[in-house]
């Protein structure tokens, strides 16, 4: 999938699952800005307090393996005075740092003569030079964002958006991208998706959080605070964002919850496969097709649409009357897009704002902040370059026996399940055996030599960038996928790992591959712990899941279970999932098993995995690999966070990642010889397999 202008990412999708979500850069390191909610509400918690959450961690609290085991294996690591240090912390973010220092020194050596090196240091320089950005910036932002208030009736307007600038920098509504079809994997499709919401989650305008109230207070001080430096009057501003609510009010009904988008039914109600002449019927008044022919996506194939309710509506209120509504929506967009590059003024605003609504700060040195700019919108070279310079051969084929010995045990696994038929083992096991495991980088890299920065400001560098993938991306409707393509949806540079149903192929990153997921150093219980649980076996465990198992063994869309064996698949996955709901967290809150059954399932299976390649090794140290396995989520979060996380994340809180996985497996209670009375107690009726 490539997606025009790469910072703009629209409503996507089940596309890609990864191994978590990455977290903000600001969200990594921020700096301690000891505020916090009340200590009392959120050191409750069933079965187990929140560890997550910075509060909650101390020398002084008790802790054993079988209360909990996650806050007795991490107590150490969590304490640790260096950690104290950033607001929110978890274990990958060492490599994270890791690879940020890498970064930077390339960034520096002013020996590098490729292509790349020119490209990824002149957009540093252009990134941290404030003198320019103080002097220019704001009145580039200024030009741009006046366009669409020069307008003076909807035809205007859409003429504004159906222009190539309009395309690449202005909201029109929608989320337009090419992805393999759904149906017929080998080729590329479009995908159209509702443009996000103001407030990320359509659920925010039926019943504000207190999550949402934090994003909105944020988002709309700096939304006033910039329009106004762009000559906009205080009181106009905010009559922009109430013109600019009505409209989302208008829209939310028909976009799917975040809930809604998790849950396993999503993908198939969201394949919808169309032509050009069904869509232009469908959105009526509202110029999708003008849109799309000025955006570059006409063509005579199929186009897949995950809302279709959602254009009916589009058609309904793109009309006269609601003109000013939709111009204050794509002004305000437009300038929160922009002042991402503008002035230190504004750059200094944003980071207060953001401390005052959601209750910590979060700085970054310069550096950090260019160098986690230059991977959102320039990591194609930036991951060229870095493979040059730090790609290892030798740990790319050491990774990859480590994984053949994974895929072997799963095969088993799968080849000796005692539920499910011997036709959907057998097809599960073609599957894992079709499975594309891309390790570390591609043999095939793209090539950037048509781009330049030459003579350009950020902005403007900034657009030949999103006219470049526009251009590259309008290429590939209707045309073949080119298996050693990876596609450019992943940062190789990210620490994380990757499941994309449509390729049916497991991504590990380059970015992961150091401390403390894979070195020379490690065990072997550590490495399985890793590797085997955490990792791969995670990973593919995706292909099986309820939204992998969707997906047959060439990527498309096509379900190959038969009644009974879904049947009790589901049945397992329910059983996880009233599990799941019964455990609080902090407060009032209690978790939503239906959001994250699919990722926890994906956790147990990999940790199944690992402890069955242990059954093979002579005087495996179990307790060795289970600490391990907690350390890979080690985590500490502010509130704010944690709340975001348990609303939005499809991936359990990282304390719960620990403690219910390992429950569910005798090997954790011999070894630490937990029973009834403790809290990590599950009684042998109760423990959950999903495979
Ligand atoms: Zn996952």
């Keep these: 999938m490539a997606i025009y202008g790469l910072w703009r990412l629209p409503v996507i999708l089940m596309v890609i699952v990864s191994l978590f979500i990455n977290m903000l850069p600001a969200q990594i390191r921020g700096v301690l800005s000891g505020k916090s909610k009340e200590e009392t509400a959120l050191s409750t918690g069933t079965p187990w307090v929140d560890s997550d959450l910075k509060e909650n961690i101390s020398f002084f609290r008790f802790s054993s393996p079988e209360d909990d085991f996650h806050y007795y294996a991490d107590k150490k690591l969590l304490c640790e005075n260096r950690l104290w240090g950033y607001e929110n912390w978890n274990i990958y973010a060492e490599r994270v740092f890791d690879v940020e220092d890498q970064v930077m020194e390339l960034l520096k050596n002013d020996t590098l003569k490729s292509h790349d090196a020119e490209l990824v240091q002149k957009m540093y320089s252009l990134l941290t030079d404030w003198d320019k950005r103080n002097s220019s910036s704001m009145e580039e932002i200024k030009e741009l964002t006046d366009k669409i208030l020069k307008t003076k009736d909807l035809d ?71 329009a106004k430096k762009l000559g906009m009057k205080e009181a106009d501003a905010k009559k922009c964002l109430e013109q600019s609510y009505e409209l989302e009010e208008m829209m939310a009904p028909y976009i799917p919850t975040s809930e809604e988008q998790m849950s396993a039914d999503y993908v198939q109600k969201s394949n919808n496969e169309m032509s050009y002449s069904e869509i232009k019927k469908l959105s009526g008044d509202y110029p999708l097709t003008d849109i799309i022919d000025a955006m570059g996506y006409t063509y005579d194939g199929t186009y897949i649409v995950s809302e279709p309710e959602y254009l009916k509506q589009l058609n309904k209120i793109y009309i006269p009357e609601n003109f000013e509504r939709i111009r204050s929506l794509i002004y305000i967009d437009a300038v929160e897009t922009l002042i991402e590059f503008g002035d230190r003024d504004i750059y200094e605003y944003d980071m207060d704002a953001y401390e005052k609504n959601y209750g910590y700060v979060n700085r970054l040195t310069d550096d950090e902040m260019a160098y986690y700019k230059l991977g959102d919108i320039l990591y194609g070279p930036l991951q060229n370059l870095y493979v040059d310079e730090y790609g290892v051969e030798e740990d790319k084929r050491k990774l990859e026996n480590i994984c053949k010995d994974v895929i072997g045990t799963y095969r088993k696994m799968l080849d000796e399940n005692s539920w499910a038929s011997r036709e959907t083992r057998d097809y599960a096991i073609k599957k894992l055996d079709s499975m594309d495991i891309r390790i570390a980088w591609p043999d095939k890299r793209e090539d950037f030599s048509d781009l330049s920065f030459k003579g350009l400001s950020l902005i403007e560098s900034l657009n030949a960038i999103y006219e470049r993938d526009l251009d590259y991306d309008n290429e590939l409707p209707g045309t073949e996928r080119d298996p050693d393509d990876w596609g450019n949806e992943v940062n190789l540079l990210e620490v994380n790992a990757f499941y994309s149903p449509a390729d049916n192929a497991i991504c590990l990153p380059v970015g992961m591959m150091g401390e403390p997921f894979f070195s020379e150093k490690m065990k072997k219980e550590e490495l399985y712990a890793s590797i085997a649980a955490f990792w791969l076996g995670h990973e593919i465990s995706h292909s099986f899941d309820s939204n992998g198992a969707q997906y047959d063994a060439d990527g498309n869309l096509r379900d190959w279970w038969n009644e009974k064996d879904k049947e009790e698949f589901l049945r397992r996955i329910d059983r996880l999932s009233a599990y799941l709901d019964t455990i609080v967290p902090f407060g009032s809150y209690n978790i939503v098993g239906s959001n994250i059954d699919t990722e926890m399932a994906a956790d147990m299976t990999g940790l199944q995995c690992a402890l069955r390649m242990a059954e093979y090794e002579p005087d495996f140290d179990y307790d060795l690999f289970f600490r391990k396995y907690a350390e890979l989520n080690a985590t500490i979060m502010p509130y704010g966070s944690e709340l975001e996380n348990l609303l939005q994340d499809p991936h359990p809180l990282s304390y719960l990642r620990t403690n219910v996985p390992v429950q569910q497996f005798e090997e954790f209670y011999e070894t630490y010889g937990v029973d009834k009375k403790d809290d990590m107690y599950l009684a042998p009726e109760d423990r959950l397999l999903i495979w």
């Design 156 to 226: 205007e307007l859409t003429k504004l958006l159906c222009t190539r600038q309009g395309a690449i920098w202005f909201d029109n509504f929608i989320g337009i991208y090419t992805h393999q079809g759904t149906s017929d994997s080998k080729h590329y499709a479009v995908y159209i998706t509702p443009y996000p919401l103001r407030l990320e989650d359509s659920a925010e305008y039926a019943k504000r959080t207190e999550y949402g109230e934090m994003t909105q207070g944020y988002k709309d001080s700096v939304f006033v605070y910039a």
